[in-house]
């Protein structure tokens, strides 16, 4: 199993910044893609970001350019640089291994207007 813990959420105004962070624990080795995925209230579950072993990315179109993700492989961690956010990117976050096969508990990111 892989256990993935989130932190860095909150509110903020738009036009502000947050950084997600994500530790993950347990199987590492057999970890290859770690993503964010988010969902809002009455939306469906969408990809953020995606970042492979090798730092591969690809990001939904709605946040090229604004966000950002990155991996330390030495600290097992995932990181979600989110500039510029609009009340749009409002939802729960989630930190994923491997497209969803394992999902942290989500932080909740709310952007005001």
């Known amino acids: 199993q892989v256990q993935l813990v989130e932190s860095g959420g909150g509110l903020v105004q738009a036009g502000g910044s947050l950084r997600l962070s994500c530790v993950a624990s347990?199987?590492?080795?057999?970890?290859?893609?770690m993503g964010w995925y988010r969902q809002a209230p009455g939306n469906q579950r969408e990809m953020v970001a995606v970042i492979t072993r090798g730092g591969s990315t690809n990001y939904a179109d709605s946040v090229k350019g604004r966000f950002y993700i990155s991996r330390d492989n030495a600290k097992n961690t995932v990181y979600l640089q989110m500039n510029s956010l609009k009340p749009e990117d409002t939802g729960v976050y989630y930190c994923t291994a491997n497209g969803y096969e394992f999902r942290g508990q989500g932080t909740q990111v709310t952007v005001s207007s």
């Open positions: 347990g199987r590492i080795f057999s970890i290859n893609a």
